[in-house]
């Protein structure tokens, strides 16, 4: 939704339905030609890679009684909207995240965000980098507080997260705003070795 929202063509696509997403994902699978696998039988998310390695779409159960329970659920307001499917294209936005996304504002649903996943710390510079938006109010301050745990999520995830805030343009950028929020030293410690080391004329 925010990428349709911001006027990004959307690879990633979430899913949150009332009754069985593994029933739901293979029936998809099937219906467009596309690949099914599990992300957690445990909790029955699961993946439909279209053909020719296009979007992702995730499929999981609504978390609490319905879409809005599932939202408040979300990392940041800008990922907590939804339109039903089917419906009238209405956005559902309990948290405000159109208008924020208007304000080039990244804010947090709630103050254990990062607590409950603590790959958000860097999802929330990712979010920064890749649609222009700035972490409000207190959020910088919270990232500061939790940063020691940026280390914490499988070294896959972390991996994934920190090949999409290279990839360019404003890798440096990203980079430096890692160090910002202390975010370096939990991922990358060796780089931090490097600060204030010059290049001499012939690597210039």
Excluded: W
């Excluded at 909790?43 to 599932?70: H, N, Q, S």
């Excluded at 800008?78 to 208008?99: F, K, R, S």
């Excluded at 959020?139 to 090949?163: H, V, Y």
Aim: glycine share 10%; charged share 25%.
């Amino acid at each position: 939704m925010r990428d349709l929202v911001a006027g990004i063509k959307p690879l990633d696509i979430d899913i949150a339905t009332a009754g069985d997403p593994v029933t739901l994902a293979r029936a998809f699978a099937e219906a467009t030609g596309g690949s099914f696998f599990h992300l957690s039988e445990e909790f029955k998310t699961c993946r439909v890679l279209a053909p020719g390695g296009g979007a992702t779409y995730d499929f999981a159960a609504l978390r609490g009684a319905g879409i809005e329970d599932d939202l408040n659920e979300r990392d940041f307001t800008v990922n907590a909207m939804a339109v039903a499917i089917p419906g009238d294209g209405e956005v559902i936005d309990p948290l405000g995240g159109l208008a924020h996304l208007r304000e080039r504002k990244l804010a947090a649903v709630t103050e254990s965000v990062f607590d409950d996943d603590s790959l958000r710390l860097l999802r929330a510079v990712r979010l920064e980098k890749s649609l222009g938006l700035s972490s409000s109010g207190g959020l910088a301050s919270l990232i500061r507080s939790r940063g020691g745990l940026a280390g914490n999520p499988a070294a896959e995830r972390i991996f994934a997260e920190t090949a999409l805030l290279l990839s360019p343009p404003g890798a440096a950028a990203a980079v430096r705003r890692l160090d910002e929020l202390g975010l370096l030293k939990p991922i990358l410690p060796e780089l931090l070795a490097l600060k204030g080391v010059e290049q001499n004329e012939y690597h210039h």
